[in-house]
């Protein structure tokens, strides 16, 4: 006995044309172990993603946050030296 196996896809689904074998449409379904698991697969890379971009984003804000600190002190410490060149008087009272 032989089993005709033609296949269509429409809409993402699997469609069986001229079989002969009912335990062929079972393998065809949309819940069949692979359909779920590319399921699984999918959603578990999208919050993969989702949760590597967040600690991106954290590590960005953090650097930029601290970035912004080091040059406010840098520039404080600019500001000094330069009053410091100015007067120097001031500087040793």
């Known amino acids: 006995m032989t089993v005709d196996k033609t296949l269509k896809y429409q809409n993402s689904r699997c469609v069986v044309e001229n079989t002969k074998c009912a335990a062929f449409v079972e393998i065809c379904s949309p819940y069949n172990e ?7 697969k999918a959603y ?9 971009l967040s600690i991106i984003i954290a590590a960005g804000l953090y ?3 601290k970035g912004i600190f080091r040059l406010s002190d840098w ?4 500001e000094e030296q330069r009053a410091r060149q100015r007067h120097p008087r001031g500087a040793m009272l």
């Open 34 to 40: 692979f359909y779920i698991l590319q399921e699984v």
């Open 44 to 52: 578990v890379l999208r919050v993969l993603l989702i949760i590597s």
């Open 63 to 65: 650097l930029l946050w």
């Open 75 to 78: 520039m404080n410490e600019m």
